[in-house]
């Protein structure tokens, strides 16, 4: 029963983590800078309708978070985002990251 309620416990507080980042996310903040750096490449919605640019509506929010964190630092290579991303404070990062993981994923199907 000790070990039920270990566990229990455990995988409790590892989903509060795994959460943690999009609660503190201001949504309303993420779109706005969504608007101001990432719409004219990506779309609002996270959904270019590009092919030369990634979709990233309905990505995890840790994974965009992530990638945004390497290019800022460098660790990730690409000079477009490589110099959108240094214009992003550790805050507008999660606030981008969780908006664009709250929008629905477009999928698309072959004919």
């Known amino acids: 029963m000790m070990?039920?309620?270990r566990?229990?416990?455990l995988l409790a507080a590892v989903t509060l983590l795994?959460?943690?980042?999009?609660?503190a996310a201001d949504m309303a903040a993420g779109q706005a800078?969504?608007?101001?750096?990432?719409?004219?490449c990506h779309g609002l919605d996270g959904n270019s309708q590009?092919?030369?640019?990634?979709?990233?509506?309905g990505q995890h929010a840790d994974y965009l978070a992530k990638a945004l964190r390497d290019y800022k630092s460098g660790a990730r290579k690409n000079p477009i985002m490589n110099g959108f991303?240094?214009?992003?404070s550790d805050q507008d990062i999660d606030n981008v990251a969780a908006y664009f993981a709250a929008q629905p994923?477009?999928?698309?199907?072959?004919?």
């Not at 795994?18 to 609660?23: E, G, I, M, S, V």
């Not at 590009?50 to 509506?57: A, E, F, N, T, V």
């Open 3 to 5: 070990n039920t309620t």
């Open 7 to 9: 566990i229990s416990a």
């Open 18 to 23: 795994a959460c943690t980042p999009a609660l």
């Open 33 to 40: 800078k969504v608007k101001e750096v990432c719409q004219a």
């Open 50 to 57: 590009s092919p030369d640019y990634p979709r990233l509506g």
């Open 85 to 88: 991303a240094a214009t992003l």
């Open 105 to 111: 994923p477009v999928v698309h199907t072959k004919r």
